[in-house]
């Protein structure tokens, strides 16, 4: 399994961004799929993810602002991202596993990563 994330950039404090990551290899329309986020220096944070069954988790901060979809027929995983701050800048990593519920926020939990997508929130 491959996962290829997409769709970072620049985008100024208030604005959107919507982050892909193309699966490619054996289908994962039945793992749970996540997005977590990293600023050097630090370590790995959980975004939000979903499962198979579309259920979606999301770290507090994010609530309200972050949506996290999945399109099993085109094997792709999006991250709306709306209101974004300057705090929200970091690398954004997608993952796929077996993760279940309570451990969906652990990084340990997902099998598979992307290579990275750099976001940068201006000020």
């Known amino acids: 399994v491959q996962l290829q994330a997409c769709g970072g950039g620049l985008v100024q404090t208030g604005g959107s961004l919507r982050l892909s990551c193309a699966v490619s290899?054996?289908?994962?329309?039945?793992?749970?799929m996540g997005w977590f986020r990293q600023i050097p220096g630090k370590e790995r944070e959980f975004v939000g993810a979903i499962k198979w069954d579309s259920g979606t988790r999301y770290a507090d901060s994010m609530k309200g602002r972050f949506s996290v979809s999945r399109d099993n027929a085109k094997n792709t995983l999006y991250l709306q991202m709306n209101s974004l701050k300057p705090e929200d800048t970091a690398v954004y990593y997608c993952?796929?596993?077996?993760?279940?519920?309570?451990?969906?926020?652990?990084?340990?939990?997902?099998?598979?990563w992307g290579q990275g997508t750099q976001v940068t929130v201006s000020s």
């Open positions: 290899g054996p289908s994962v329309s039945r793992s749970t």
């Open positions: 993952a796929a596993g077996r993760a279940i519920w309570s451990a969906m926020v652990n990084s340990n939990s997902y099998n598979y």
